[in-house]
Protein backbone atom coordinates (compact mmCIF):
# COMPACT_ATOMS: atom_id res chain seq x y z
CA UNK A 1 0.00 0.00 0.00
CA UNK A 2 2.88 2.51 0.95
CA UNK A 3 4.41 2.04 -2.71
CA UNK A 4 0.89 2.96 -4.29
CA UNK A 5 -1.00 5.08 -2.13
CA UNK A 6 -0.83 7.78 0.73
CA UNK A 7 -3.08 7.19 3.45
CA UNK A 8 -3.38 10.73 4.87
CA UNK A 9 -6.37 12.23 7.30
CA UNK A 10 -9.29 14.30 4.85
CA UNK A 11 -7.93 17.85 5.27
CA UNK A 12 -3.76 16.73 5.07
CA UNK A 13 -2.35 17.54 1.91
CA UNK A 14 1.26 15.70 1.37
CA UNK A 15 4.34 17.64 1.91
CA UNK A 16 5.74 17.65 -1.40
CA UNK A 17 5.09 19.94 -3.71
CA UNK A 18 3.54 18.46 -6.73
CA UNK A 19 -0.38 18.11 -8.55
CA UNK A 20 -2.01 14.90 -6.69
CA UNK A 21 -5.22 12.96 -7.22
CA UNK A 22 -6.35 11.83 -4.53
CA UNK A 23 -10.08 9.15 -2.96
CA UNK A 24 -11.45 10.98 -0.26
CA UNK A 25 -13.98 8.79 1.52
CA UNK A 26 -17.14 10.05 3.03
CA UNK A 27 -18.88 7.09 4.17
CA UNK A 28 -18.22 3.55 6.04
CA UNK A 29 -15.11 2.33 8.40
CA UNK A 30 -13.13 4.32 6.29
CA UNK A 31 -14.85 7.75 6.83
CA UNK A 32 -12.39 10.69 6.59
CA UNK A 33 -9.30 9.21 5.61
CA UNK A 34 -7.83 10.68 2.34
CA UNK A 35 -5.70 7.98 -0.40
CA UNK A 36 -3.22 9.77 -2.57
CA UNK A 37 -2.84 7.71 -5.72
CA UNK A 38 1.05 7.51 -6.35
CA UNK A 39 1.30 4.03 -8.35
CA UNK A 40 -0.51 4.13 -12.15
CA UNK A 41 -2.45 0.95 -10.51
CA UNK A 42 -4.42 1.31 -7.33
CA UNK A 43 -6.75 -2.18 -6.43
CA UNK A 44 -9.26 -1.30 -4.18
CA UNK A 45 -11.27 -4.31 -2.01
CA UNK A 46 -11.64 -5.91 1.72
CA UNK A 47 -9.66 -8.62 1.36
CA UNK A 48 -5.29 -8.38 2.73
CA UNK A 49 -3.10 -7.65 -0.58
CA UNK A 50 -5.10 -4.77 -2.36
CA UNK A 51 -3.91 -1.40 -1.99
CA UNK A 52 -7.73 0.34 -0.50
CA UNK A 53 -8.45 -1.87 2.07
CA UNK A 54 -11.81 -1.34 3.29
CA UNK A 55 -14.36 -2.11 6.38
CA UNK A 56 -17.03 -2.91 4.52
CA UNK A 57 -18.55 -6.21 4.51
CA UNK A 58 -20.53 -5.64 0.89
CA UNK A 59 -17.26 -5.09 -0.98
CA UNK A 60 -15.31 -7.87 -2.44
CA UNK A 61 -11.86 -9.07 -1.80
CA UNK A 62 -10.50 -6.95 -4.99
CA UNK A 63 -13.43 -5.13 -6.54
CA UNK A 64 -12.53 -2.34 -8.12
CA UNK A 65 -9.08 -0.78 -9.99
CA UNK A 66 -8.74 2.82 -11.13
CA UNK A 67 -5.06 3.04 -13.42
CA UNK A 68 -3.55 5.86 -14.69
CA UNK A 69 -3.90 6.14 -18.12
CA UNK A 70 -2.04 9.09 -19.97
CA UNK A 71 -3.23 12.51 -18.10
CA UNK A 72 -6.83 10.70 -17.14
CA UNK A 73 -7.80 7.93 -14.59
CA UNK A 74 -10.12 5.06 -15.34
CA UNK A 75 -12.37 2.80 -13.03
CA UNK A 76 -12.89 -0.76 -13.93
CA UNK A 77 -14.87 -3.02 -12.43
CA UNK A 78 -12.78 -6.71 -11.28
CA UNK A 79 -15.30 -9.03 -11.42
CA UNK A 80 -17.59 -7.69 -8.37
CA UNK A 81 -20.20 -9.22 -6.13
CA UNK A 82 -22.29 -6.16 -5.86
CA UNK A 83 -20.77 -3.69 -8.96
CA UNK A 84 -18.86 -0.64 -9.22
CA UNK A 85 -20.77 3.01 -9.81
CA UNK A 86 -19.72 6.07 -10.62
CA UNK A 87 -21.96 9.08 -9.73
CA UNK A 88 -25.52 7.23 -10.28
CA UNK A 89 -24.39 5.02 -13.32
CA UNK A 90 -23.43 1.22 -12.38
CA UNK A 91 -20.38 0.91 -14.70
CA UNK A 92 -17.62 -1.73 -15.90
CA UNK A 93 -14.89 0.44 -16.70
CA UNK A 94 -15.35 4.31 -17.42
CA UNK A 95 -12.90 7.50 -17.04
CA UNK A 96 -13.77 9.05 -13.52
CA UNK A 97 -13.51 13.01 -13.48
CA UNK A 98 -12.53 15.76 -10.37
CA UNK A 99 -15.60 15.98 -7.72
CA UNK A 100 -17.15 12.61 -9.36
CA UNK A 101 -18.06 10.33 -6.84
CA UNK A 102 -16.97 6.47 -6.74
CA UNK A 103 -19.03 4.10 -4.97
CA UNK A 104 -17.89 0.58 -4.09
CA UNK A 105 -20.42 -1.85 -1.85
CA UNK A 106 -21.88 0.63 1.30
CA UNK A 107 -18.22 2.82 1.16
CA UNK A 108 -18.61 6.42 -1.18
CA UNK A 109 -15.27 8.50 -2.35
CA UNK A 110 -15.02 11.76 -3.70
CA UNK A 111 -12.60 11.52 -6.62
CA UNK A 112 -10.29 14.88 -5.88
CA UNK A 113 -7.42 16.85 -7.00
CA UNK A 114 -4.95 19.18 -5.00
CA UNK A 115 -2.24 21.05 -5.92
CA UNK A 116 0.38 21.07 -3.28
CA UNK A 117 2.49 24.74 -3.88
CA UNK A 118 6.44 24.81 -3.42
CA UNK A 119 7.84 26.79 -0.13
CA UNK A 120 9.73 29.93 -1.59
CA UNK A 121 12.51 31.08 1.10
CA UNK A 122 12.04 34.50 1.81
CA UNK A 123 14.87 36.90 0.03
CA UNK A 124 15.61 40.57 0.22
CA UNK A 125 12.94 42.55 -1.54
CA UNK A 126 14.22 44.83 -4.16
CA UNK A 127 12.13 47.94 -5.68
CA UNK A 128 10.81 45.89 -8.13
CA UNK A 129 9.29 43.24 -5.76
CA UNK A 130 7.89 46.83 -3.56
CA UNK A 131 6.04 47.61 -7.28
CA UNK A 132 4.51 44.64 -7.36
CA UNK A 133 3.52 44.82 -4.29
CA UNK A 134 1.24 47.70 -5.37
CA UNK A 135 -0.19 46.21 -7.98
CA UNK A 136 -1.98 43.65 -5.29
CA UNK A 137 -4.96 45.33 -4.93
CA UNK A 138 -6.00 46.06 -8.46
CA UNK A 139 -5.17 42.32 -8.92
CA UNK A 140 -7.76 41.40 -6.45
CA UNK A 141 -10.40 44.06 -7.80
CA UNK A 142 -10.04 42.44 -11.45
CA UNK A 143 -10.52 39.27 -10.40
CA UNK A 144 -13.59 40.08 -8.03
CA UNK A 145 -15.14 41.28 -11.63
CA UNK A 146 -13.99 38.60 -13.41
CA UNK A 147 -15.96 36.31 -11.17
CA UNK A 148 -18.91 37.86 -11.09
CA UNK A 149 -18.65 37.33 -14.75
CA UNK A 150 -17.93 33.66 -14.13
CA UNK A 151 -21.32 33.52 -11.78
CA UNK A 152 -22.97 35.11 -14.45
CA UNK A 153 -22.47 32.97 -17.14
CA UNK A 154 -22.56 29.53 -14.83
CA UNK A 155 -26.92 30.66 -14.39
CA UNK A 156 -27.46 30.44 -18.02
CA UNK A 157 -29.05 27.29 -18.89
CA UNK A 158 -26.97 24.37 -19.92
CA UNK A 159 -27.47 21.23 -22.07
CA UNK A 160 -28.38 18.32 -19.49
CA UNK A 161 -26.02 15.32 -20.40
CA UNK A 162 -27.93 12.35 -20.83
CA UNK A 163 -28.27 10.06 -17.46
CA UNK A 164 -28.92 7.29 -19.77
CA UNK A 165 -25.24 7.03 -21.59
CA UNK A 166 -22.37 6.69 -19.68
CA UNK A 167 -19.12 9.62 -20.21
CA UNK A 168 -16.90 7.23 -20.53
CA UNK A 169 -14.09 8.91 -22.81
CA UNK A 170 -12.15 5.91 -24.55
CA UNK A 171 -9.31 5.22 -23.03
CA UNK A 172 -5.26 4.84 -24.29
CA UNK A 173 -5.01 2.51 -27.23
CA UNK A 174 -2.27 0.49 -25.71
CA UNK A 175 -4.53 0.15 -22.24
CA UNK A 176 -7.49 -1.02 -24.40
CA UNK A 177 -6.00 -3.34 -26.23
CA UNK A 178 -3.95 -4.99 -23.28
CA UNK A 179 -7.74 -5.46 -21.35
CA UNK A 180 -8.24 -7.37 -25.29
CA UNK A 181 -5.58 -9.30 -24.85
CA UNK A 182 -6.18 -10.18 -21.29
CA UNK A 183 -9.94 -11.24 -22.05
CA UNK A 184 -8.81 -13.59 -25.24
CA UNK A 185 -6.40 -14.81 -23.14
CA UNK A 186 -8.65 -15.81 -19.86
CA UNK A 187 -11.37 -17.25 -22.55
CA UNK A 188 -9.00 -19.19 -24.06
CA UNK A 189 -8.29 -20.68 -21.17
CA UNK A 190 -11.53 -21.06 -20.13
CA UNK A 191 -12.39 -22.96 -23.02
CA UNK A 192 -9.40 -25.25 -22.89
CA UNK A 193 -10.50 -26.39 -19.42
CA UNK A 194 -14.27 -27.02 -20.20
CA UNK A 195 -13.53 -29.10 -23.04
CA UNK A 196 -11.31 -31.36 -20.96
CA UNK A 197 -14.37 -31.59 -18.90
CA UNK A 198 -16.23 -32.53 -21.90
CA UNK A 199 -13.67 -35.57 -22.76
CA UNK A 200 -13.89 -37.00 -18.83
CA UNK A 201 -17.40 -37.12 -18.49
CA UNK A 202 -18.36 -38.62 -22.63
CA UNK A 203 -15.37 -40.93 -21.76
CA UNK A 204 -17.13 -41.72 -18.09
CA UNK A 205 -20.29 -42.03 -20.29
CA UNK A 206 -19.34 -44.16 -22.75
CA UNK A 207 -18.13 -46.69 -19.79
CA UNK A 208 -21.74 -45.74 -18.50
CA UNK A 209 -20.29 -44.60 -15.28
CA UNK A 210 -23.21 -42.02 -15.21
CA UNK A 211 -22.92 -40.61 -11.97
CA UNK A 212 -19.08 -39.45 -12.74
CA UNK A 213 -20.34 -38.01 -16.07
CA UNK A 214 -22.78 -36.53 -14.41
CA UNK A 215 -20.12 -34.68 -11.78
CA UNK A 216 -18.34 -34.00 -14.78
CA UNK A 217 -21.28 -31.50 -16.87
CA UNK A 218 -21.99 -30.11 -13.63
CA UNK A 219 -18.31 -28.88 -12.75
CA UNK A 220 -18.59 -27.43 -16.21
CA UNK A 221 -21.39 -25.97 -15.26
CA UNK A 222 -20.23 -24.43 -12.50
CA UNK A 223 -17.27 -22.86 -14.13
CA UNK A 224 -19.57 -21.44 -17.18
CA UNK A 225 -23.38 -20.92 -15.33
CA UNK A 226 -25.74 -21.71 -18.54
CA UNK A 227 -23.14 -23.36 -20.74
CA UNK A 228 -25.28 -25.09 -23.56
CA UNK A 229 -23.09 -27.79 -24.61
CA UNK A 230 -22.51 -28.40 -20.95
CA UNK A 231 -26.70 -28.92 -20.24
CA UNK A 232 -27.23 -30.77 -23.26
CA UNK A 233 -24.89 -33.42 -21.97
CA UNK A 234 -26.17 -33.26 -18.52
CA UNK A 235 -29.55 -34.09 -19.66
CA UNK A 236 -28.36 -37.07 -22.19
CA UNK A 237 -26.54 -39.07 -19.53
CA UNK A 238 -28.90 -38.73 -17.22
CA UNK A 239 -31.88 -39.79 -20.22
CA UNK A 240 -29.32 -42.70 -20.86
CA UNK A 241 -29.21 -43.83 -17.39
CA UNK A 242 -33.33 -43.98 -16.86
CA UNK A 243 -33.61 -45.61 -20.43
CA UNK A 244 -30.87 -48.30 -18.82
CA UNK A 245 -32.75 -48.82 -15.61
CA UNK A 246 -35.65 -48.89 -16.86
CA UNK A 247 -34.99 -51.64 -19.22
CA UNK A 248 -32.86 -53.77 -16.27
CA UNK A 249 -36.35 -53.11 -14.42
CA UNK A 250 -38.82 -55.00 -17.35
CA UNK A 251 -36.17 -57.75 -17.67
CA UNK A 252 -36.37 -58.38 -13.83
CA UNK A 253 -40.07 -58.20 -13.89
CA UNK A 254 -40.11 -60.66 -16.88
CA UNK A 255 -37.57 -62.94 -14.92
CA UNK A 256 -39.77 -63.14 -11.73
CA UNK A 257 -42.79 -63.62 -13.27
CA UNK A 258 -41.25 -66.79 -15.57
CA UNK A 259 -39.91 -67.35 -12.38
CA UNK A 260 -36.23 -67.38 -13.63
CA UNK A 261 -35.07 -65.88 -10.13
CA UNK A 262 -31.70 -65.70 -10.73
CA UNK A 263 -31.85 -63.78 -13.87
CA UNK A 264 -34.43 -61.54 -12.02
CA UNK A 265 -31.67 -61.18 -9.26
CA UNK A 266 -29.21 -60.45 -12.10
CA UNK A 267 -31.18 -56.98 -13.26
CA UNK A 268 -32.17 -56.16 -9.52
CA UNK A 269 -28.24 -56.22 -8.88
CA UNK A 270 -27.57 -54.16 -12.26
CA UNK A 271 -30.16 -51.71 -10.84
CA UNK A 272 -28.85 -51.70 -7.41
CA UNK A 273 -24.90 -50.72 -9.20
CA UNK A 274 -26.23 -48.03 -11.34
CA UNK A 275 -27.48 -46.03 -8.32
CA UNK A 276 -24.74 -47.04 -5.79
CA UNK A 277 -24.13 -43.77 -4.96
CA UNK A 278 -27.58 -42.70 -4.68
CA UNK A 279 -29.13 -45.08 -2.13
CA UNK A 280 -32.34 -42.98 -1.12
CA UNK A 281 -33.87 -42.96 -4.79
CA UNK A 282 -36.76 -45.37 -4.69
CA UNK A 283 -35.60 -47.37 -8.14
CA UNK A 284 -32.59 -48.49 -5.77
CA UNK A 285 -34.69 -49.09 -2.68
CA UNK A 286 -37.28 -51.13 -4.95
CA UNK A 287 -34.45 -53.30 -6.07
CA UNK A 288 -33.65 -53.84 -2.72
CA UNK A 289 -36.98 -55.07 -2.22
CA UNK A 290 -37.66 -56.93 -4.55
CA UNK A 291 -34.00 -59.23 -4.08
CA UNK A 292 -35.32 -59.60 -0.49
CA UNK A 293 -39.00 -61.01 -1.85
CA UNK A 294 -36.81 -63.82 -4.24
CA UNK A 295 -34.82 -64.68 -1.11
CA UNK A 296 -37.36 -65.61 1.14
CA UNK A 297 -39.08 -67.49 -1.84
CA UNK A 298 -35.85 -69.09 -2.67
CA UNK A 299 -35.13 -70.03 1.41
CA UNK A 300 -32.31 -67.77 1.65
CA UNK A 301 -31.16 -65.94 4.25
CA UNK A 302 -31.81 -61.88 4.17
CA UNK A 303 -29.52 -60.09 2.57
CA UNK A 304 -27.54 -63.11 1.64
CA UNK A 305 -26.79 -61.83 -1.89
CA UNK A 306 -23.68 -61.36 -3.44
CA UNK A 307 -24.55 -57.47 -4.88
CA UNK A 308 -26.44 -56.52 -1.09
CA UNK A 309 -23.45 -58.20 0.32
CA UNK A 310 -21.08 -55.98 -1.07
CA UNK A 311 -22.95 -52.82 -0.89
CA UNK A 312 -22.96 -53.17 3.16
CA UNK A 313 -19.06 -53.78 3.22
CA UNK A 314 -18.94 -50.67 0.76
CA UNK A 315 -20.82 -49.23 3.45
Known sequence: MAKNVLVLKHFESPKEAGVYYRLVCLTGGNKGESYVLLGNRV???????????????KASREHAEITKVGENWVVTDLGSQNGVMINEHKITQQQINESDKLIIGQTVFKFAKVE?????KVIKE???????????????LASVFAMIFLFDESDKPTTQRNPGKSNYVNVDNEYQRHLDQKRVKEDKQVKEKMNAIYQRGLRELREKNYFRAIHEF???LIIAPG????????????????????????????DQES???????????????????????????NAVEKINDIEEILGLVKGETYCLKKQRTAQ
Open 126 to 140: TAEDAKKKTMVPVMI
Open 116 to 120: VASKN
Open 227 to 254: DSQAEYYLRKTKEELDREIEGFTAKAQR
Open 259 to 285: LKYQGAIVSYCSIIRLLYTVPDDPRHK
Open 43 to 57: VIGRGDRVDIKLNDT
Open 218 to 220: NLA
